[in-house]
């Protein structure tokens, strides 16, 4: 599952989700849910916790078809 359309699901907002993962601001999170940067290992564990799976590290990369 993308983090845009779990964050969607769950109706939280950027700015909550960086307290949450401990990310610098919402700023941050927006970049990765809009798929303009990759979150570096620490915040990808994070992510993974906090969405208790639904988000994984390859939901971050695109596959060319």
């Known amino acids: 599952m993308k983090l ?3 964050l969607a699901d769950k109706r ?3 700015a909550e989700f960086a307290r949450r993962v ?4 919402a700023g941050v999170v927006q970049k990765w849910a809009l798929g303009h940067r990759v979150p570096r290992p ?3 564990k994070a ?3 906090e969405t ?3 988000v994984q590290p390859n ?3 695109e ?3």
């Not at 401990?22 to 601001?25: L, M, R």
């Open 52 to 54: 208790e799976g639904a």
């Open 12 to 14: 939280i907002g950027f």
């Open 42 to 44: 620490k915040y990808m």
């Open 47 to 49: 992510i993974v916790r």
């Open 22 to 25: 401990d990310a610098a601001n």
């Open 4 to 6: 845009s359309a779990y």
């Open 59 to 61: 939901d971050f990369l």
């Open 63 to 65: 596959v060319a078809e």
